[in-house]
C-alpha cells in the first residue's frame, strides 16, 4: 500500500535494531510488545517495523567503535531519512535511545538505570554512551514508557526525566513451550532449585550460591542442585569462585544461555525459583516462573514487590541467613509451596502482552494528538 493513500492511517515506526543484539529483557521487550501490537491490528494504525545495519561481532576495541558509529549513524541519519520516506508518524525506540534528530514524535520505553547504580565491570565506552543517550532519552522524548512505577523513580531521579511525562505500562510474559528433549534433559537435574538471569552484580546471584551452601552444611534439603540459567556477566568469575571455595561444584549448574525451550523446561521441572536481585526494572523470570505453577523467594529490592505482589515470599537481599530460611521454609512445608503455587499462578495471569499493547496504543495516539497543536502552532 501507497502510505500516502490513507491520510486517515497512521503509521507508526518500531525500532527494532535490538533484536541483532544480545538478547536480553530489552530485547525480548522490544520482540513481544512488537509482536502484540500486530495481533492488536487497530484499524486507524499501520506498525512499520525498522531496524539498524545489522553490527558487527564483537572481537575488539575496534569492533566496539565500528558498532557505535553503526548506532550513532543510523540513529541520526539513517532513520530520520527512512521516516521521512516511509511518512511515519511516530516512531516508538524500545531500548532506551531516541534519534537527536528527528522532527516527528519519539516515543521511549526506559526501562532502568542500572548502569548508573550498578556500574562494576561495565564496557567503558557503553557506559559513557549510556551516560549521554540514556539521559537525552529521559529528557527529549515526547513521552516515555517504563515497565514500573519504581523504575519511573530511578528515571527521574538519575535521569532527570519529568515524571508527568512517563506513563508506567507492565509487561507480559513470554510464550515459552518446552521440547521433549528439553523436557528430559531438565527432568535429569530433579529435584533443584532455579534462578534465571545474566550473572551481573544487580542480580546478585552470588548469594543464591553462598545461601544454597548454607543448607548443604546444615544437611538441610542435600538432594537438590541449584541451577542457574543465564549468560555470563561480570560476577562470572566471582560465581565460580564462591562455588570452588564452598566445595559445592558437585551440587551446582552453571548453564549459561539457553534456548526458550529449554528454559520452559527449566520452569516446568524446577521444585523452587529464587530470585536474589538488588534492582530490577520489571523482573520477568520470577514471574515466569510463577506461571509454570513454581513457588518464588525473592529479595525485596524495589520493584519486585510491585511486580510479584503478595505471591512470593520476600527477603533481605543483603541477608544471606534470611534468604536461606526463606527456602528452607518453601522445601519443608509442602502447604506452603501449594500456596505459592497457586497464588503465584493467580497474579502472573494478570500480566498479558494484550493488555500491554493496548495501553501503548493509547500513547501513541495522546503524542500524536499532543503533536499536532504544536506543528498547527508553527505553521
Avoid at 512488537?34 to 539498524?52: H, Q, R, T
Avoid at 576495541?61 to 541519519?77: F, P
Avoid at 551452601?213 to 569462585?241: F, M, N, Y
Avoid at 518453601?330 to 502472573?348: N, Q
Amino acid at each position: 500500500m501507497n502510505p500516502t493513500t490513507n491520510k486517515s492511517l497512521r503509521r507508526i515506526g518500531i525500532d527494532l535494531s535490538v533484536l541483532d543484539r544480545v538478547k536480553t529483557g530489552t530485547s525480548v521487550y522490544a520482540e513481544c510488545i512488537y509482536g502484540a501490537l500486530k495481533n492488536l491490528s487497530p484499524d486507524d494504525i499501520e506498525f512499520v517495523p525498522l531496524k539498524a545495519p545489522r553490527p558487527m561481532r564483537r572481537k575488539n576495541i575496534l569492533t566496539k567503535i565500528v558498532n557505535l558509529g553503526i548506532e550513532v549513524t543510523w540513529l541520526t541519519a539513517i532513520l530520520p531519512f527512512r521516516a521521512r520516506r516511509l511518512h511515519l508518524d511516530l516512531v516508538h525506540f524500545p531500548a532506551n535511545i531516541i534519534s537527536p534528530t528527528m522532527r516527528i514524535p519519539q516515543v521511549c520505553t526506559i526501562h532502568d538505570a542500572h548502569f548508573l547504580t550498578y556500574p562494576q565491570g561495565r564496557d567503558p565506552l557503553w557506559s559513557i554512551y549510556a551516560h549521554w543517550s540514556f539521559r537525552y532519552a529521559a529528557r527529549h522524548a515526547d513521552r516515555i514508557i517504563c515497565d514500573s512505577n519504581s523504575g519511573k523513580d530511578e528515571i527521574v531521579n538519575l535521569l532527570g526525566a519529568e515524571p508527568e511525562n512517563i506513563d508506567v505500562v507492565y509487561l507480559g510474559l513470554p510464550n515459552r513451550k518446552s521440547k521433549p528433549s528439553d523436557q528430559e534433559a531438565a527432568a535429569s537435574l530433579k529435584p533443584y532449585i532455579l534462578s534465571v538471569g545474566a550473572t551481573d552484580p544487580n542480580k546478585n546471584l552470588p548469594a543464591a550460591v553462598r545461601a544454597f551452601a548454607r543448607l548443604l552444611r546444615a544437611d538441610q534439603h542435600a538432594g537438590h542442585k541449584l541451577v542457574i540459567a543465564g549468560p555470563p556477566g561480570r560476577d562470572q568469575p566471582l560465581l565460580e569462585s564462591i562455588i570452588r571455595e564452598e566445595n559445592i561444584g558437585d551440587h551446582v549448574r552453571l548453564l549459561g544461555r539457553v534456548s526458550d525451550s529449554m528454559l520452559a523446561a527449566l520452569y516446568e521441572n524446577a521444585s523452587l525459583f529464587v530470585f536474589p536481585s538488588f534492582c530490577e526494572g520489571f523482573g520477568f523470570p520470577p514471574l515466569e516462573a510463577m506461571s509454570f505453577g513454581i513457588p518464588v523467594v525473592a529479595s525485596h529490592a524495589p520493584c519486585i514487590p510491585e511486580t510479584l505482589g503478595d505471591a512470593a515470599l520476600y527477603f533481605d537481599p543483603y541477608d544471606i541467613e534470611e534468604f536461606t530460611a526463606r527456602i528452607h521454609d518453601v522445601l519443608s512445608d509442602p502447604k506452603l509451596h501449594d500456596r505459592l503455587a497457586s497464588t503465584g499462578l493467580e497474579r502472573s495471569s494478570k500480566f498479558q502482552w494484550s493488555k500491554t499493547a493496548a495501553s501503548t496504543v493509547d500513547i501513541y495516539r495522546n503524542s500524536l494528538l499532543e503533536f499536532e497543536p504544536a506543528c498547527q502552532d508553527i505553521s
